[in-house]
């Protein structure tokens, strides 16, 4: 028998809580809720799971935080949820790592379609690098496909799951413009839903780290009303 991918769903409202758990088991996935920040902070940072749900607003500490904290151990999938819309939201929940977005109301159907997705891209990520020093380098930056590492002049950066995917899948595919839905396809998986921002954030993240001036990018060029190419 294989495997249950485990969920952890970190949400005050418990109905909302069970109703998740419910749609997701369901899917066959093994689910823990914690309805408070500091609970589910302190299971993230002590148990192992496969996708993290955080709602935004919780008592204790607010999703943002545990998603910058998870980070810091983990490139597992998360999930921001949030009754607010506006945009400094998303921006600041990607900015510190997550990896999609999805408000308040919401059907259960769409949030298991989103974690299937996700789960199924990060599996199949994690494991499609397996050549021994299988290596990119162009002009400085130095991107270690096997240990899944990104080395600017030498010093190592940071990366996310998703930051290091679109790098990764752009470096491969040199001097070729996509638009960002193409590329929102690609990384993400999904075409009907999520929101294309997402990329413009992951690129702008991808900047500060590798580019010397970020306003005259050497590496990743913006093309106007078209996309994005990687230089060579």
Same mark, same amino acid.
């Given at each position: 028998?294989?495997?249950?991918?485990?969920?952890?769903?970190?949400?005050?409202?418990?109905?909302?809580?069970?109703?998740?758990?419910?749609?997701?088991?369901?899917?066959?996935?093994?689910?823990?809720?914690?309805?408070?920040?500091?609970?589910?902070?302190?299971?993230?940072?002590?148990?192992?799971?496969?996708?993290?749900?955080?709602?935004?607003?919780?008592?204790?500490?607010?999703?943002?935080?545990?998603?910058?904290?998870?980070?810091?151990?983990?490139?597992?999938?998360?999930?921001?949820?949030?009754?607010?819309?506006?945009?400094?939201?998303?921006?600041?929940?990607?900015?510190?790592?997550?990896?999609?977005?999805?408000?308040?109301?919401?059907?259960?159907?769409?949030?298991? #379609?989103? @974690?299937?997705? !996700? $789960?199924?891209?990060?599996?199949?990520?994690?494991?499609?690098? +397996?050549?021994?020093?299988?290596? *990119?380098?162009?002009?400085?930056?130095?991107?270690?496909?096997?240990?899944?590492?990104?080395?600017?002049?030498?010093?190592?950066?940071?990366?996310?799951?998703?930051?290091?995917?679109?790098?990764?899948?752009?470096?491969?595919?040199?001097?070729?413009?996509?638009?960002?839905?193409?590329?929102?396809?690609?990384?993400?998986?999904?075409?009907?839903?999520?929101?294309? #921002?997402? @990329?413009?954030? !992951? $690129?702008?993240?991808?900047?500060?780290?590798?580019?010397?001036? +970020?306003?005259?990018?050497?590496? *990743?060029?913006?093309?106007?009303?078209?996309?994005?190419?990687?230089?060579?």
């Amino acid at each position: 028998m294989s495997k249950r991918n485990r969920i952890l769903i970190v949400e005050d409202e418990r109905s909302i809580a069970e109703l998740e758990k419910d749609y997701l088991e369901l899917s066959d996935f093994d689910v823990t809720i914690a309805n408070d920040g500091t609970d589910g902070l302190g299971r993230a940072l002590s148990e192992e799971f496969d996708l993290y749900i955080l709602d935004v607003m919780l008592p204790g500490i607010d999703g943002f935080e545990i998603c910058e904290r998870i980070r810091e151990i983990s490139n597992a999938p998360i999930l921001m949820v949030s009754a607010k819309k506006e945009d400094i939201d998303k921006i600041r929940g990607l900015g510190l790592g997550a990896d999609d977005y999805i408000t308040k109301p919401f059907s259960p159907s769409e949030l298991v #379609a989103r @974690v299937k997705a !996700h $789960i199924s891209r990060y599996t199949r990520l994690v494991g499609s690098y +397996t050549e021994p020093n299988d290596e *990119i380098e162009i002009r400085g930056l130095k991107i270690d496909l096997t240990a899944r590492r990104v080395f600017v002049n030498g010093e190592e950066k940071n990366f996310t799951t998703k930051e290091f995917d679109l790098l990764v899948f752009l470096a491969q595919h040199p001097n070729r413009v996509y638009t960002k839905e193409e590329l929102f396809k690609e990384i993400w998986a999904m075409e009907s839903v999520g929101d294309i #921002a997402t @990329v413009t954030v !992951h $690129i702008k993240k991808i900047r500060e780290k590798i580019e010397f001036n +970020t306003s005259k990018p050497q590496y *990743i060029e913006t093309i106007w009303g078209v996309g994005y190419r990687f230089k060579i």
